[in-house]
């Protein structure tokens, strides 16, 4: 009886094929797509430590794979290759299969592009504010166009002239884009800072009058704390169009200084002191020596010329050897005799009772 049943339903015939046959397309493309999945879910998920992007784009993008679309896409293939259909039938499942496949590709492209979006905006720190502002703003800047050219590539393939469509959106755009542009060019002003990141919050930057660190940045403006302790709100487009110095991402200090003997120093002291500097300088741990040279001929002075590097950006620091080395010169000057130059000026003066002496003196 049980025989007789499973024969009857294995031969049920189901648009002119055995039903076996669709279960089986339908099946194969159903494992093919748990494989898939799992592989790409594997690498995103069980290697973190090597950040590999692209297994997470693509495990995100498989996320967003609907069953039911899987099937009608299955069956549409099983349709070309392995089945008949009726020629009255045909035209109703291409229509369905258009429409599923496209916008089953839309899912699978929004999945992928907002985990990149997410990947390259956030860059792991979710929890920033500006930059879940970002991925907010480019989040629906992407569905929106993703999904305008799903639409237009259903119609096309539906036979439908999306030629007049464009021009017209093209010309809604552009009038929408004139009516709002200057709240635009606020928002991309925003979305380069946050971007391109030519400072983040925390970061100490100068940029024209404006010195101080970055608190917050936002869809419209930057809030700097100041030195002085004001908060400064900047235009994002002023910033953008001006010249910023971030002092965060210094790697190390160069400090140039100038020191002057008097001109009644020895040969043999003027030959020393290039040495006697970089002697003071390789001896503090958290500077390095570059070079230190007799420069010049000043109007009261030998003039001496050194450069080093504090190896690291701390301003404190910085400060703490600089006096390090500025005291330890003094002492070693002091020491070896050799005197600092201050302006000075020699005043030669010769009188006429001393020239008619001379004259007296040469005439006798």
């Known amino acids: 009886m049980l025989d007789k049943i499973g024969n009857h339903l294995i031969n049920v015939q189901l648009l002119n094929n055995a039903l076996w046959r669709w279960f089986a397309v339908v099946f194969a493309a159903y494992f093919i797509y748990v494989i898939v999945r799992a592989v790409a879910r594997h690498f995103a998920k069980d290697r973190p430590e090597q950040k590999i992007a692209v297994f997470s784009v693509l495990s995100e993008a498989l996320e967003q794979t609907k069953e039911g679309l899987l099937l009608i896409v299955a069956l549409w293939f099983s349709c070309r290759l392995l089945l008949e259909i009726s020629p009255d039938v045909f035209p109703i499942f291409r229509g369905l299969t258009i429409l599923a ?50 639409l237009l590539l259903v119609l096309d393939n539906f036979g439908i002239d999306v030629t007049a469509l464009v021009a017209g959106l093209g010309i809604g755009g552009i009038a929408i884009a004139l009516a709002v542009q200057n709240t635009l060019g606020d928002l991309f002003c925003s979305l380069s800072i946050i971007l391109d990141k030519p400072f983040e919050v925390d970061d100490f930057i100068i940029t024209g009058d404006i010195t101080g660190t970055v608190e917050k940045i936002g869809v419209k403006s930057t809030r700097v704390r100041a030195l002085t302790g004001e908060q400064l709100v900047v235009s994002n487009s002023d910033l953008i169009s001006s010249r910023i110095r971030n002092f965060k991402r210094m790697r190390e200090r160069r400090i140039l200084f100038q020191v002057g003997v008097i001109y009644q120093t020895s040969p043999e ?81 010769q009188t006429e009772n001393s020239s008619d002496e001379k004259s007296a003196e040469a005439a006798a």
Not at 130 to 138: D, K, P
Not at 276 to 304: P, W
């Open 101 to 150: 496949l496209f916008t089953q590709m839309g899912l699978w492209a929004e999945g992928g592009l907002l985990e990149l979006i997410r990947i390259r905006t956030t860059h792991g720190d979710d929890r920033n504010a500006a930059y879940r502002t970002a991925y907010g703003i480019i989040q629906l800047i992407v569905r929106i166009i993703l999904w305008a050219v799903v």
């Open 269 to 349: 002291k003027v030959k020393a002191i290039p040495g006697m500097i970089k002697e003071i300088i390789d001896s503090q741990e958290k500077a390095r020596f570059d070079r230190s040279h007799f420069k010049s001929f000043g109007a009261s002075s030998l003039d001496f010329e050194t450069v080093y590097y504090v190896l690291e950006p701390d301003y404190n620091l910085f400060m703490d050897v600089q006096q390090a080395i500025n005291v330890a010169v003094f002492e070693k000057f002091a020491e070896e005799g050799i005197e600092f130059a201050y302006p000075t000026q020699t005043l030669y003066v």
